[in-house]
T-cell receptor, first 112, second 114 residues
């Protein structure tokens, strides 16, 4: 089945560590997105990419980095500069043009 | 970033009741989307709306794109326990162009008493 796969489902980080969250899609979508979700705050956009080798900052990009070397993959690195990384992270993808975004099942990141 | 005004924030209803929730914006939108999120999972698209006045159904769900292009509502008829979850609206403004950024509401949390 086509879909968006996020891994791992749960991730724990020690203070000062960088961690990378994986997002892979086999929907042949051009655009991919990373959101952060905190209780009561809805979804906030971290980074997005419209095409391979290109990406833009969203509303809360500080402390995060991404790459888009392949159409299918859009990994997110949560760096040690992100002081409050505990959250639920969601990856999404869509075709270019007026098409809705479809989501993976998320990764929950916690700090040890 | 900009957010949509989504209401109510939460609802607690009896099984079998109808549900209505809405989103409003100070800006006009050319796309309205409604998603449902179950605990610990990603949002799932319920209905997509692309034209002012459009009324679209998906089973017991009905959504409308407001005629002013600044609002949208979602109705659920004859609620059942599996309707429990958080419902999000999201929209895109006309000046977004090829930028696929969405603007999100804060969600409506629905609880259904069997």
């Amino acid at each position: 089945d086509g879909g968006i796969t996020q891994s791992p489902k749960y991730l724990f980080r020690k203070e000062g560590q960088n961690v990378t969250l994986s997002c892979e899609q086999n929907l042949n979508h051009d655009a991919m997105y990373w959101y952060r979700q905190d209780p009561g705050q809805g979804l906030r956009l971290i980074y997005y990419s419209q095409i391979v080798n290109d990406f833009q900052k969203g509303d809360i990009a500080e402390g995060y980095s991404v790459s888009r070397e392949k159409k299918e993959s859009f990994p997110l690195t949560v760096t040690s500069a992100q002081k409050n990384p505990t959250a639920f992270y969601l990856c999404a993808s869509s075709f270019r043009g007026p098409q809705p975004q479809h989501f993976g099942d998320g990764t929950r990141l916690s700090i040890l | 970033g900009q957010q949509l005004n989504q209401s109510p924030q939460s609802m607690f209803i009896q099984e079998g009741e109808d549900v209505s929730m809405n989103c409003t914006s100070s800006s006009i939108f050319n796309t309205w989307l409604w998603y449902k999120q179950d605990p610990g999972e990603g949002p799932v698209l319920l209905i997509a709306l692309y034209k002012a006045g459009e009324l679209t159904s998906n089973g017991r769900l009905t959504a409308q794109f407001g005629i002013t292009r600044k609002d949208s509502f979602l109705n659920i008829s004859a609620s059942i326990p599996s309707d429990v979850g958080i419902y999000f609206c999201a929209g895109q403004t006309p000046n977004a162009g090829n930028n696929r950024k969405l603007i999100w509401g804060l969600g409506t949390s629905l609880a259904v008493n069997p």
